[in-house]
């Protein structure tokens, strides 16, 4: 590994923590205060706030009209958050994960909610729900962390009946924000300018220190190549891309494939112009423009 590089990594990753652009720490640092709720379940009353985020990645997605009368599958449910908040206004609810303990936690928090028409399943490779079984599936924030995001969306294929609708919103790998080293730092395009590797060891160095042990973040494990097996990437990432995903979309009607420009929502001018200048350029450089991708796909 480059020495130089290595500094330069750990340099910037500390000199961010004096900007807006510092890390916003994991979820263990969430504050408890003033909400009996938060105290009891506070990754999953966050999780809650971003089913109105899902619908503002879409121009015309009204969520509770999409999922009313509905069975829904909440693919890669976290905490439970979403899928109890999704369960007030669809007939019912599966979410999946594969870590028992989020499962565990989420079945706490769905009782403790008094919601009785949603349930969690344990899941690794398959969906463990029967052919063609739900109407709609949220797969929000989770393409870019399974195994391999074409035998996912074979799955998400085979799960749901004809004329169901899948929401795939994702960050693409080469985004300048798809890092996903937010807990330590904010700062655009760190895994395009150094290494898997160099990032993994520069935020592994500060979080064995007493002053990194503010992030609340366990050390992270050595980079694994993609799902494609050409490149190394960061941890809990399989480097899919935009283009990747595009063709795993051929075997869907897509209703829209939206690639969302950073600044947009809060921006608007700024967002077109960021568009706008995306267009000049074309794949990874491309790619960097984008913040996430906003997708529906219609089963055939």
């Not at 924030?141 to 169901?164: A, F, K, N, W, Y």
Request: a neutral charge.
């Amino acid at each position: 590994m480059n020495k130089v590089s290595l500094s330069l990594a750990k340099g910037l990753l500390y000199l961010t923590q004096i900007t807006p652009l510092a890390g916003r720490c994991s979820y263990s640092q969430i504050s408890t205060r003033d909400d009996k709720n938060l105290q009891l379940f506070p990754q999953a009353i966050t999780e809650a706030k971003d089913v109105w985020v899902i619908e503002k990645c879409f121009q015309n997605l009204k969520l509770i009209e999409f999922i009313a009368d509905k069975d829904v599958l909440d693919l890669g449910s976290g905490y439970g958050g979403r899928t109890v908040e999704y369960a007030k206004y669809a007939k019912s609810v599966v979410g999946i994960e594969p870590f028992e303990n989020m499962i565990t936690s989420s079945c706490d928090y769905a009782k403790y909610m008094n919601t009785t028409n949603c349930s969690f399943k344990v899941c690794t490779e398959e969906i463990p729900l029967e052919d063609a079984s739900v109407d709609v599936i949220f797969c929000y924030d989770v393409l870019e962390h399974v195994r391999d995001p074409r035998d996912t969306m074979s799955e998400i294929q085979r799960v749901l009946r004809p004329g169901g609708k899948a929401v795939v919103v994702f960050p693409p790998y080469f985004g300048a924000f798809s890092h996903h080293l937010d807990y330590i730092s904010l700062f655009p395009a760190l895994h395009i300018i150094f290494s898997p590797f160099t990032l993994v060891k520069a935020s592994n160095d500060i979080l064995k220190t007493q002053y990194g042990q503010k992030f609340g973040t366990a050390l992270q494990p050595e980079p694994q190549k993609g799902y494609l097996k050409d490149r190394y990437v960061l941890p809990t990432l399989n480097g899919l891309t935009s283009a990747e995903f595009r063709e795993m979309c051929k075997p869907f009607n897509v209703e829209e494939f939206h690639e969302e420009i950073y600044f947009s929502r809060k921006f608007p001018f700024v967002g077109k112009c960021f568009c706008i200048a995306s267009k000049l350029f074309w794949g990874r450089l491309r790619e960097m423009f984008c913040f996430k991708i906003n997708v529906v796909l219609t089963k055939f």
